[in-house]
């Protein structure tokens, strides 16, 4: 099992490559332009440099800004800090299963709770997985459709590192279909089990889907899932905004060009809640919808089971590094031009 420290050097990389890729393809588009404005003809052009710089070299500087591109790769990956679990043991734990589920609709977006109501969800299973102990999670987002992100699992570490990932633009498909995230909700759990499971719904309880509550409340109660409903918004409602770009920030409309304003729905969820024999919380108050959701989990009964997982994880940063200063000192000991000794010994191959 492979975790990563601070994945978010990941993300710094990756904009810094690509940074030095556009300058290095800039500084190759800028001297082609000088030397066609001094000679356009190519052929002339080939000649000039072969005589007033017969150790120029075309693939070293490429060569080069590889190594270099590789190095600077290699840096980042490091400050990430990978670590590998390299004992796999077997773990005795007493709790629930429970499947978060996120509305990863564009509805999301709404700013009517700080800073948003996807970040909001995101906020508050995060800080729920800090105060759980030996329960099993998984993890699913769902819009017009559902798409499983973590299988049931007691690795919390994992678990946040999806969450992370977590966002609006995950599904190409819009919309806001409950039912198809409890039908998924549903195989992620032990069947055969006795261990009490648990679906926390996270959502603005927009739903656009054909089948509705009745489904969702069909499929949990034949899988025997008590649904957490937490509703995320104000029912007075946001617009939701579509791009933030330099002219100032875009809602979304209409069919008439009036901007839609996005409302929670409480009532849909407290049903969804209460026929579950679930609970419906509301997530103005982070604190207090996570010790909600807490106490709820805490009344149900505990069931022990075993796990292996992963342990004694160890760092593996030194070996980007290391390879990262390899690289860079080839790339020091590589010159962008031809050493004399092999311009020298072609001339007198060619004689």
């Given at each position: ?30 001297q ?8 356009p003809?190519?052929?002339?052009r ?6 007033l ?12 800004f590889?190594?270099l ?5 290699l ?6 800090n990978?670590?590998i ?25 709404a ?9 909001k969800?995101?906020?508050?299973v ?17 819009a ?15 678990a ?7 966002n ?55 899988a025997?899932?008590y649904?957490v ?82 342990s004694?994880y ?5 070996w980007?590094v ?21 311009v020298w010994?072609i ?5």
């Open positions: 099992m492979i975790l990563l420290d601070a994945p978010y050097y990941l993300n710094y990389g990756l904009l810094a490559l690509a940074l030095l890729l556009m300058l290095f393809g800039y500084k190759r588009w800028w082609k332009r000088v030397l066609s404005t001094a000679q003809n190519k052929e002339l080939n000649l000039m440099l072969e005589r710089a017969p150790e120029h070299s075309k693939v070293r500087p490429v060569v080069k590889i190594l591109f590789v190095a600077i790769a840096l980042f990956a490091a400050l990430a990978p670590k679990g390299t004992q796999l043991g077997t773990v005795k734990r007493e709790g629930v299963d429970i499947v978060f589920a996120i509305d990863v609709s564009k509805s999301m977006l700013e009517d709770i700080a800073p948003n109501r996807i970040e969800a995101k906020r508050i995060s800080e729920t997985l800090n105060q759980l102990t030996g329960d099993r999670i998984g993890m699913i987002t769902y017009a459709t559902a798409f499983p992100q973590l299988p049931i699992t007691t690795d919390y570490g994992a946040k590192m999806f969450l992370r990932g977590v609006t633009d995950m599904m190409s498909s819009q919309g806001t279909a409950i039912n198809e995230a409890v039908k998924l909700a549903t195989t992620f759990y032990d069947q055969q089990g006795v261990t009490s499971k648990v679906l926390v719904l996270l959502s603005d309880g927009e739903d656009h889907s054909e089948a509705g509550i009745e489904t969702a409340v069909s499929l949990a109660e034949e025997s899932v649904i409903s937490i509703a995320l918004g104000t029912p007075e409602g946001a617009p939701i905004p579509e791009n933030t770009g330099g002219r100032g920030t875009t809602f979304k409309k209409d069919n008439e060009g009036n901007v839609v304003i996005s409302k929670r729905n409480d009532a849909f969820l407290k049903l969804l809640a209460e026929e579950t024999n679930g609970t419906f919380i509301e997530s103005t108050d982070t604190e207090l919808a996570i010790a909600e959701l807490k106490s709820f989990l805490d009344q149900l009964d505990k069931t022990a089971f075993e796990t292996q997982t992963y004694a160890k760092d593996q940063f030194q980007f290391g390879i990262a200063l390899l690289l860079l000192f080839v790339d020091t000991a590589i010159l962008e031009r031809k050493s004399k000794s092999l010994h001339k007198n191959w060619r004689k």
